[in-house]
């Protein structure tokens, strides 16, 4: 299990339906690939976002950045890298950075954040509880 603030790493394969005619990978497809890896980290902090949800809680998105560097294409094998960068009583962000794998070196793709607000069922700013922002946080 990895602990909160650390680097957790999801690799998945550029599909055919997320290309455009030149076989490169749209740039609306990103932020889909930055929730596949936001999802596998909180499922390798122990935190998957069905349990926050039936603790009473919603992680909404309420801020997203992407800065692409270089485009993506079909069948590459990318590898995701996820950080949570700032965790508050109401508030985190997450950090994340895509790159290309092989053959030959690793080469950095795009970069981008997200943040999002905990709210309660009915949609309200609400404080986590303690022992889930000690999962966050990565502190006991």
Known sequence: ??????????????????????????????????????????????????????????????????????????????????RITEVRSRTLKFGYEVHRLGPGPRELLATGETHHIATDHQYRPSRMPDEVLALLTGED
């Open 1 to 82: 299990m990895v602990s909160g603030l650390q680097a957790h790493r999801t690799e998945l394969r550029v599909r055919y339906a997320e290309t455009d005619a030149m076989a490169v990978a749209h740039h609306a497809t990103y932020p889909v690939w930055f929730e596949v890896a936001r999802t596998d980290l909180m499922h390798a902090l122990g935190l998957p976002y069905t349990d926050l949800e039936a603790r009473g809680y919603y992680l909404m998105l309420s801020g997203l950045t992407v800065q692409y560097r270089r485009a993506a294409r079909y069948d590459d094998r990318l590898e995701i890298t996820t």
